[in-house]
Protein backbone atom coordinates (compact mmCIF):
# COMPACT_ATOMS: atom_id res chain seq x y z
CA UNK A 1 0.00 0.00 0.00
CA UNK A 2 2.95 2.41 0.84
CA UNK A 3 4.78 1.71 -2.51
CA UNK A 4 0.73 3.06 -4.35
CA UNK A 5 1.00 6.42 -2.12
CA UNK A 6 4.19 6.96 -2.78
CA UNK A 7 3.41 6.61 -6.55
CA UNK A 8 0.66 9.08 -6.09
CA UNK A 9 2.68 11.74 -4.66
CA UNK A 10 5.85 11.31 -6.77
CA UNK A 11 2.98 12.37 -9.49
CA UNK A 12 1.99 14.91 -7.89
CA UNK A 13 4.94 16.22 -6.88
CA UNK A 14 6.09 16.11 -10.86
CA UNK A 15 2.81 17.75 -11.58
CA UNK A 16 3.63 20.39 -8.91
CA UNK A 17 7.26 20.71 -9.71
CA UNK A 18 6.16 21.68 -13.55
CA UNK A 19 3.31 24.20 -11.86
CA UNK A 20 5.96 25.63 -9.48
CA UNK A 21 8.14 26.89 -12.27
CA UNK A 22 5.69 28.63 -14.07
CA UNK A 23 4.69 30.23 -11.17
CA UNK A 24 8.24 31.46 -10.17
CA UNK A 25 8.60 32.72 -13.51
CA UNK A 26 5.20 34.59 -13.24
CA UNK A 27 6.57 35.93 -9.81
CA UNK A 28 9.81 36.79 -10.83
CA UNK A 29 8.54 39.51 -13.60
CA UNK A 30 6.87 41.54 -10.70
CA UNK A 31 9.86 41.39 -8.30
CA UNK A 32 11.91 43.07 -10.76
CA UNK A 33 9.42 45.40 -12.08
CA UNK A 34 10.23 48.41 -9.74
CA UNK A 35 7.91 51.08 -11.44
CA UNK A 36 4.38 50.66 -11.48
CA UNK A 37 1.09 52.86 -13.18
CA UNK A 38 -2.89 51.60 -13.51
CA UNK A 39 -2.25 51.36 -17.48
CA UNK A 40 -0.32 47.75 -16.07
CA UNK A 41 -3.79 46.68 -14.94
CA UNK A 42 -2.54 44.90 -11.83
CA UNK A 43 -5.68 42.73 -11.42
CA UNK A 44 -5.65 41.55 -14.79
CA UNK A 45 -1.87 40.13 -14.28
CA UNK A 46 -3.18 38.75 -11.02
CA UNK A 47 -5.92 36.63 -13.70
CA UNK A 48 -3.60 36.04 -15.99
CA UNK A 49 -1.17 34.40 -13.36
CA UNK A 50 -4.17 32.45 -12.32
CA UNK A 51 -4.81 31.45 -16.11
CA UNK A 52 -1.74 30.34 -16.43
CA UNK A 53 -1.44 28.41 -13.57
CA UNK A 54 -4.87 26.39 -14.64
CA UNK A 55 -2.94 25.67 -17.64
CA UNK A 56 -1.31 23.36 -15.51
CA UNK A 57 -3.96 22.49 -13.10
CA UNK A 58 -5.76 18.75 -12.74
CA UNK A 59 -8.51 18.27 -14.78
CA UNK A 60 -12.20 18.56 -12.62
CA UNK A 61 -14.00 15.44 -13.81
CA UNK A 62 -12.97 11.85 -11.72
CA UNK A 63 -11.71 8.85 -13.63
CA UNK A 64 -11.60 6.43 -10.60
CA UNK A 65 -11.47 6.98 -6.82
CA UNK A 66 -9.60 4.00 -4.08
CA UNK A 67 -8.70 3.82 -0.86
CA UNK A 68 -5.44 3.53 -0.18
CA UNK A 69 -3.23 2.43 3.15
CA UNK A 70 -6.06 0.37 4.49
CA UNK A 71 -8.06 3.48 3.84
CA UNK A 72 -6.17 5.87 6.10
CA UNK A 73 -6.53 7.85 2.54
CA UNK A 74 -8.89 7.90 -0.67
CA UNK A 75 -6.87 8.38 -4.09
CA UNK A 76 -8.79 10.26 -6.62
CA UNK A 77 -7.39 10.12 -9.91
CA UNK A 78 -8.22 12.25 -12.50
CA UNK A 79 -9.29 12.41 -15.83
CA UNK A 80 -6.20 13.58 -17.56
CA UNK A 81 -3.88 11.01 -16.26
CA UNK A 82 -3.33 13.21 -12.41
CA UNK A 83 -4.18 11.92 -8.87
CA UNK A 84 -4.76 13.44 -5.71
CA UNK A 85 -4.54 11.88 -2.09
CA UNK A 86 -7.04 12.85 0.72
CA UNK A 87 -6.74 11.65 4.33
CA UNK A 88 -9.60 9.76 5.60
CA UNK A 89 -9.68 12.10 8.63
CA UNK A 90 -9.80 15.26 6.96
CA UNK A 91 -12.88 14.00 4.26
CA UNK A 92 -15.18 12.92 7.63
CA UNK A 93 -13.45 16.07 9.23
CA UNK A 94 -14.94 17.86 6.06
CA UNK A 95 -18.32 15.90 5.53
CA UNK A 96 -20.15 18.43 3.88
CA UNK A 97 -23.52 16.80 4.93
CA UNK A 98 -26.37 18.72 6.77
CA UNK A 99 -25.75 17.06 10.36
CA UNK A 100 -21.86 17.56 9.91
CA UNK A 101 -22.38 21.20 8.38
CA UNK A 102 -24.50 24.06 8.50
CA UNK A 103 -24.07 25.26 5.08
CA UNK A 104 -26.60 28.51 5.66
CA UNK A 105 -23.31 29.63 7.55
CA UNK A 106 -20.89 27.82 5.43
CA UNK A 107 -19.36 26.69 9.02
CA UNK A 108 -18.99 23.17 10.46
CA UNK A 109 -21.39 21.62 12.79
CA UNK A 110 -19.09 17.91 13.49
CA UNK A 111 -17.38 18.70 17.08
CA UNK A 112 -13.52 17.93 17.10
CA UNK A 113 -14.43 15.63 19.94
CA UNK A 114 -16.28 13.26 18.52
CA UNK A 115 -13.87 13.04 15.36
CA UNK A 116 -11.80 9.90 15.76
CA UNK A 117 -7.84 10.54 13.77
CA UNK A 118 -7.59 7.23 13.46
CA UNK A 119 -10.48 6.62 11.09
CA UNK A 120 -10.53 4.66 7.77
CA UNK A 121 -12.89 4.55 5.33
CA UNK A 122 -15.44 1.51 5.30
CA UNK A 123 -15.87 2.06 1.47
CA UNK A 124 -15.40 4.96 -1.45
CA UNK A 125 -17.30 4.80 -4.93
CA UNK A 126 -17.78 6.89 -7.56
CA UNK A 127 -21.76 8.02 -7.94
CA UNK A 128 -23.23 8.43 -11.07
CA UNK A 129 -22.88 12.38 -11.24
CA UNK A 130 -19.26 11.88 -10.95
CA UNK A 131 -19.25 12.75 -7.09
CA UNK A 132 -16.72 10.79 -4.19
CA UNK A 133 -18.79 8.60 -1.95
CA UNK A 134 -17.37 7.79 1.49
CA UNK A 135 -18.71 5.06 3.74
CA UNK A 136 -17.36 5.13 7.07
CA UNK A 137 -17.39 2.46 9.70
CA UNK A 138 -20.44 3.85 11.84
CA UNK A 139 -22.43 3.98 8.39
CA UNK A 140 -22.45 7.63 7.75
CA UNK A 141 -21.66 8.83 4.37
CA UNK A 142 -19.98 12.08 2.77
CA UNK A 143 -20.28 12.88 -0.33
CA UNK A 144 -17.89 15.74 -2.33
CA UNK A 145 -18.17 17.39 -5.37
CA UNK A 146 -15.23 17.01 -7.65
CA UNK A 147 -14.82 21.02 -8.14
CA UNK A 148 -14.54 20.61 -4.09
CA UNK A 149 -12.11 17.77 -3.78
CA UNK A 150 -10.02 19.44 -6.64
CA UNK A 151 -9.84 23.14 -4.88
CA UNK A 152 -8.48 21.27 -1.97
CA UNK A 153 -5.73 19.16 -3.33
CA UNK A 154 -2.75 18.30 -0.98
CA UNK A 155 -0.18 19.17 -3.55
CA UNK A 156 2.14 22.01 -4.02
CA UNK A 157 0.58 23.19 -6.37
CA UNK A 158 -2.83 23.41 -5.50
CA UNK A 159 -2.54 24.67 -1.89
CA UNK A 160 0.00 27.56 -3.33
CA UNK A 161 -3.06 28.35 -5.76
CA UNK A 162 -5.81 28.71 -3.34
CA UNK A 163 -3.56 30.23 -1.06
CA UNK A 164 -2.64 33.00 -3.28
CA UNK A 165 -6.62 33.32 -4.08
CA UNK A 166 -7.67 33.81 -0.78
CA UNK A 167 -4.88 36.20 0.41
CA UNK A 168 -3.08 37.89 -2.84
CA UNK A 169 0.18 38.28 -1.44
CA UNK A 170 2.49 38.51 -4.46
CA UNK A 171 3.62 42.47 -4.47
CA UNK A 172 5.47 44.69 -6.52
CA UNK A 173 8.02 46.75 -5.09
CA UNK A 174 9.31 49.95 -5.82
CA UNK A 175 11.67 52.99 -5.09
CA UNK A 176 11.90 56.66 -6.20
CA UNK A 177 10.21 55.90 -9.43
CA UNK A 178 7.05 55.02 -8.53
CA UNK A 179 4.25 55.58 -10.65
CA UNK A 180 1.57 56.32 -8.40
CA UNK A 181 -1.17 54.55 -9.21
CA UNK A 182 -3.95 56.69 -9.32
CA UNK A 183 -8.50 56.31 -9.93
CA UNK A 184 -11.57 58.47 -9.34
CA UNK A 185 -13.38 58.72 -5.81
CA UNK A 186 -16.62 58.36 -7.41
CA UNK A 187 -15.71 55.43 -9.63
CA UNK A 188 -15.04 53.66 -6.32
CA UNK A 189 -17.68 54.18 -4.50
CA UNK A 190 -20.34 53.61 -6.93
CA UNK A 191 -19.05 50.67 -9.49
CA UNK A 192 -17.62 47.14 -8.61
CA UNK A 193 -14.99 46.92 -10.81
CA UNK A 194 -13.36 49.84 -10.00
CA UNK A 195 -13.51 49.49 -6.19
CA UNK A 196 -12.42 45.72 -7.00
CA UNK A 197 -8.99 47.31 -9.30
CA UNK A 198 -8.60 49.76 -6.51
CA UNK A 199 -8.49 47.43 -3.70
CA UNK A 200 -6.00 44.57 -5.90
CA UNK A 201 -3.70 47.44 -6.30
CA UNK A 202 -3.84 48.45 -2.68
CA UNK A 203 -2.87 45.03 -1.82
CA UNK A 204 0.17 44.87 -4.29
CA UNK A 205 1.69 48.23 -5.13
CA UNK A 206 0.35 49.37 -1.35
CA UNK A 207 -0.72 52.91 -2.25
CA UNK A 208 -3.50 53.95 -4.67
CA UNK A 209 -4.13 58.09 -5.38
CA UNK A 210 -8.07 58.74 -5.42
CA UNK A 211 -9.17 62.52 -6.60
CA UNK A 212 -12.15 63.66 -7.19
CA UNK A 213 -13.73 64.47 -3.47
CA UNK A 214 -15.03 66.60 -1.99
CA UNK A 215 -13.29 68.92 -0.05
CA UNK A 216 -14.83 68.97 3.14
CA UNK A 217 -14.78 66.46 6.23
CA UNK A 218 -16.68 63.13 5.90
CA UNK A 219 -15.53 61.74 2.71
CA UNK A 220 -13.37 59.17 4.39
CA UNK A 221 -16.56 57.85 5.80
CA UNK A 222 -18.05 57.42 2.28
CA UNK A 223 -15.15 54.75 2.13
CA UNK A 224 -15.27 53.39 5.20
CA UNK A 225 -19.12 52.34 3.96
CA UNK A 226 -17.92 51.41 0.95
CA UNK A 227 -15.53 48.59 2.34
CA UNK A 228 -17.74 47.69 5.52
CA UNK A 229 -16.15 50.01 8.10
CA UNK A 230 -13.44 51.85 9.42
CA UNK A 231 -11.48 51.22 12.70
CA UNK A 232 -12.09 53.36 15.58
CA UNK A 233 -9.20 54.34 17.74
CA UNK A 234 -8.22 56.57 20.80
CA UNK A 235 -7.70 59.95 18.22
CA UNK A 236 -11.71 59.14 16.97
CA UNK A 237 -13.68 57.59 13.78
CA UNK A 238 -11.73 59.90 11.75
CA UNK A 239 -9.05 62.42 12.96
CA UNK A 240 -7.79 65.93 12.07
CA UNK A 241 -4.08 66.61 10.63
CA UNK A 242 -3.72 70.16 10.85
CA UNK A 243 -1.31 72.19 13.46
CA UNK A 244 -3.19 72.60 16.89
CA UNK A 245 -1.93 74.38 20.28
CA UNK A 246 -0.43 72.10 22.38
CA UNK A 247 -0.73 69.43 20.16
CA UNK A 248 -1.13 65.82 21.49
CA UNK A 249 0.44 64.31 18.23
CA UNK A 250 3.29 65.56 16.60
CA UNK A 251 1.15 65.36 13.39
CA UNK A 252 -0.48 68.04 14.87
CA UNK A 253 2.43 70.20 14.49
CA UNK A 254 3.89 71.84 11.21
CA UNK A 255 6.99 70.28 11.69
CA UNK A 256 8.94 67.99 9.25
CA UNK A 257 7.34 64.22 10.24
CA UNK A 258 10.23 61.59 9.57
CA UNK A 259 9.20 58.15 7.71
CA UNK A 260 7.01 56.18 10.48
CA UNK A 261 4.20 53.71 10.42
CA UNK A 262 1.24 54.78 12.30
CA UNK A 263 0.15 53.01 15.98
CA UNK A 264 3.11 50.59 16.52
CA UNK A 265 1.58 51.27 20.01
CA UNK A 266 -1.57 49.08 19.52
CA UNK A 267 -0.98 45.17 19.68
CA UNK A 268 -2.23 44.91 16.62
CA UNK A 269 -1.50 48.46 14.58
CA UNK A 270 -3.99 49.37 11.60
CA UNK A 271 -3.35 47.66 8.37
CA UNK A 272 -4.68 50.75 5.97
CA UNK A 273 -4.57 54.12 6.33
CA UNK A 274 -6.59 56.93 4.65
CA UNK A 275 -5.31 60.87 4.41
CA UNK A 276 -7.54 62.91 2.83
CA UNK A 277 -6.56 66.66 1.53
CA UNK A 278 -9.00 69.34 2.22
CA UNK A 279 -6.29 72.43 2.54
CA UNK A 280 -2.83 72.43 1.59
CA UNK A 281 -0.19 75.28 2.23
CA UNK A 282 1.24 76.94 -0.75
CA UNK A 283 4.46 76.03 0.53
CA UNK A 284 6.08 72.99 1.83
CA UNK A 285 3.77 70.20 3.43
CA UNK A 286 4.90 67.95 0.56
CA UNK A 287 4.67 64.13 1.61
CA UNK A 288 7.04 61.01 1.13
CA UNK A 289 6.33 57.08 1.42
CA UNK A 290 8.74 54.19 1.40
CA UNK A 291 8.00 50.56 0.04
CA UNK A 292 9.21 49.26 4.08
CA UNK A 293 9.37 46.01 2.51
CA UNK A 294 11.62 46.58 -0.28
CA UNK A 295 13.82 48.44 1.78
CA UNK A 296 14.02 45.75 4.78
CA UNK A 297 14.93 43.18 1.43
CA UNK A 298 17.92 45.72 0.53
CA UNK A 299 18.85 45.63 4.43
CA UNK A 300 18.99 41.81 4.40
CA UNK A 301 21.29 41.78 1.72
CA UNK A 302 23.50 44.42 2.98
CA UNK A 303 23.88 43.70 6.57
CA UNK A 304 22.14 40.55 7.12
CA UNK A 305 23.30 41.27 10.93
CA UNK A 306 21.08 44.44 11.37
CA UNK A 307 18.05 42.83 9.84
CA UNK A 308 18.69 40.00 12.28
CA UNK A 309 18.81 42.96 15.03
CA UNK A 310 15.71 44.50 13.80
CA UNK A 311 13.41 41.01 13.53
CA UNK A 312 14.22 39.94 16.90
CA UNK A 313 14.65 42.69 19.06
CA UNK A 314 11.23 43.81 21.29
CA UNK A 315 11.16 47.39 21.29
CA UNK A 316 8.65 49.31 23.88
CA UNK A 317 6.15 52.01 22.33
CA UNK A 318 4.02 54.02 24.29
CA UNK A 319 1.02 57.16 23.79
CA UNK A 320 -0.22 59.13 26.49
CA UNK A 321 -2.86 61.42 26.32
CA UNK A 322 -6.41 62.76 25.61
CA UNK A 323 -8.34 62.64 22.64
CA UNK A 324 -11.71 60.53 21.56
CA UNK A 325 -11.38 59.61 25.37
CA UNK A 326 -8.13 59.74 27.65
CA UNK A 327 -5.64 56.72 26.85
CA UNK A 328 -2.30 55.34 28.24
CA UNK A 329 -1.21 52.94 25.68
CA UNK A 330 2.09 50.54 25.79
CA UNK A 331 3.09 47.77 23.34
CA UNK A 332 6.13 45.95 22.66
CA UNK A 333 6.78 45.43 18.72
CA UNK A 334 9.62 44.11 16.84
CA UNK A 335 10.54 46.75 14.19
CA UNK A 336 10.29 43.94 11.34
CA UNK A 337 8.04 41.50 11.50
CA UNK A 338 8.71 38.08 9.50
CA UNK A 339 6.80 35.09 8.94
CA UNK A 340 8.10 31.81 9.24
CA UNK A 341 9.68 31.82 5.95
CA UNK A 342 11.62 35.20 6.79
CA UNK A 343 9.95 37.56 4.57
CA UNK A 344 8.76 41.29 6.11
CA UNK A 345 5.22 41.09 6.85
CA UNK A 346 5.17 43.91 9.08
CA UNK A 347 6.63 47.19 9.85
CA UNK A 348 6.35 48.42 13.39
CA UNK A 349 8.22 51.85 13.56
CA UNK A 350 7.50 55.43 15.00
CA UNK A 351 10.35 57.16 16.37
CA UNK A 352 7.85 59.58 18.09
CA UNK A 353 6.15 57.28 20.52
CA UNK A 354 9.29 54.96 20.82
CA UNK A 355 9.39 54.99 24.82
CA UNK A 356 12.49 55.69 26.75
CA UNK A 357 11.99 52.45 28.72
CA UNK A 358 14.39 49.49 26.66
CA UNK A 359 14.01 46.68 27.86
CA UNK A 360 17.46 44.84 26.77
CA UNK A 361 20.80 44.31 28.20
CA UNK A 362 22.90 47.36 28.22
CA UNK A 363 25.65 46.01 25.80
CA UNK A 364 22.88 45.47 23.36
CA UNK A 365 21.36 49.09 23.16
CA UNK A 366 23.97 50.33 21.01
CA UNK A 367 23.93 47.40 18.39
CA UNK A 368 20.34 47.98 18.02
CA UNK A 369 20.99 51.93 17.65
CA UNK A 370 22.95 50.90 14.58
CA UNK A 371 20.81 48.32 12.79
CA UNK A 372 17.87 50.53 13.11
CA UNK A 373 19.76 54.00 11.94
CA UNK A 374 20.58 51.76 8.75
CA UNK A 375 17.26 50.84 8.16
CA UNK A 376 16.64 54.60 8.59
CA UNK A 377 19.48 55.90 6.53
CA UNK A 378 18.09 53.24 3.28
CA UNK A 379 14.41 54.69 4.13
CA UNK A 380 15.85 57.95 3.59
CA UNK A 381 17.77 57.21 0.30
CA UNK A 382 16.66 59.28 -2.48
CA UNK A 383 16.33 55.55 -4.50
CA UNK A 384 13.89 54.52 -2.56
CA UNK A 385 11.56 57.73 -1.39
CA UNK A 386 8.84 58.81 -3.55
CA UNK A 387 7.68 62.39 -2.52
CA UNK A 388 4.24 64.19 -4.41
CA UNK A 389 2.15 66.95 -2.46
CA UNK A 390 -1.62 66.31 -2.19
CA UNK A 391 -3.97 68.33 -3.50
CA UNK A 392 -7.42 69.86 -2.51
CA UNK A 393 -9.94 66.67 -2.55
CA UNK A 394 -7.25 63.87 -3.04
CA UNK A 395 -7.35 61.17 -1.14
CA UNK A 396 -4.09 58.40 -0.72
CA UNK A 397 -4.96 54.91 1.00
CA UNK A 398 -2.11 52.95 1.99
CA UNK A 399 -0.47 49.79 3.43
CA UNK A 400 0.36 50.97 6.76
CA UNK A 401 2.19 47.14 7.19
CA UNK A 402 4.63 47.83 4.19
CA UNK A 403 4.67 51.44 3.95
CA UNK A 404 6.07 54.16 5.80
CA UNK A 405 5.28 57.78 5.23
CA UNK A 406 6.33 61.23 6.42
CA UNK A 407 6.04 64.75 5.65
CA UNK A 408 8.11 67.61 4.93
CA UNK A 409 7.37 70.69 7.31
CA UNK A 410 5.29 73.93 6.08
CA UNK A 411 5.05 77.12 7.42
CA UNK A 412 1.74 78.52 9.49
CA UNK A 413 -0.39 81.60 10.21
CA UNK A 414 -3.02 83.04 11.91
CA UNK A 415 -5.51 80.55 10.37
CA UNK A 416 -5.54 77.15 9.15
CA UNK A 417 -3.10 76.64 6.69
CA UNK A 418 -2.93 73.09 6.19
CA UNK A 419 -5.83 70.26 6.49
CA UNK A 420 -5.69 66.80 5.94
CA UNK A 421 -8.49 64.49 7.45
CA UNK A 422 -7.31 60.69 8.42
CA UNK A 423 -9.03 57.09 9.12
CA UNK A 424 -8.08 53.64 9.51
CA UNK A 425 -9.09 50.48 8.62
CA UNK A 426 -8.25 46.63 9.51
CA UNK A 427 -6.81 44.33 6.46
CA UNK A 428 -8.98 42.25 7.47
CA UNK A 429 -11.83 44.56 6.50
CA UNK A 430 -10.11 45.40 3.02
CA UNK A 431 -9.80 41.92 1.76
CA UNK A 432 -13.25 41.05 3.23
CA UNK A 433 -14.63 43.19 0.37
CA UNK A 434 -12.24 42.91 -2.22
CA UNK A 435 -12.95 39.16 -1.95
CA UNK A 436 -16.71 39.92 -2.47
CA UNK A 437 -15.94 42.30 -5.02
CA UNK A 438 -14.22 39.93 -6.87
CA UNK A 439 -17.03 37.27 -6.49
CA UNK A 440 -19.32 39.86 -7.92
CA UNK A 441 -16.76 41.23 -11.21
CA UNK A 442 -15.82 37.83 -12.14
CA UNK A 443 -19.23 36.36 -11.90
CA UNK A 444 -20.71 39.09 -14.69
CA UNK A 445 -18.38 37.84 -16.98
Request: with cysteine.
Amino acid sequence: MWTAIAKCLLRTKVHADCSRTLLQAQKGKCIHQKCFSLSRRPWQQSAGTAQAVQAFNMSATIQKVEALDASQYICVHWEDGSESLYPSVWLRDNCQCPDCFLHSAKARKLLLENLDVNIAAKGVTLTESKKVCVLWPDDHTSEFEAEWLKKRCFSEQARAKIQEELFLSERQYWGSDLQLPTMTFEEVLHNDESAYKWLVTLKKVGIVLLTGAATRQGELLKLGQRIGFLRLTFYGPTWQVQDKADANNVAYTSEKLSFHTDYPVLQFPPGVQLLHCIKQTPTGGESEVVDGFHVANKLKEQNPQAFQILTSTLVDFMDIGVDYCDFSMQAKQRILDVDDRGQVVRINFNNATRDTVFDIPAEKVKPFYAALKEYVHLLNSADNKYTYKMKPGEIVVFDNWRLLHGRQSYQTGTEVSRHLEGAYADWDVVMSRLRILRKNVLNRK
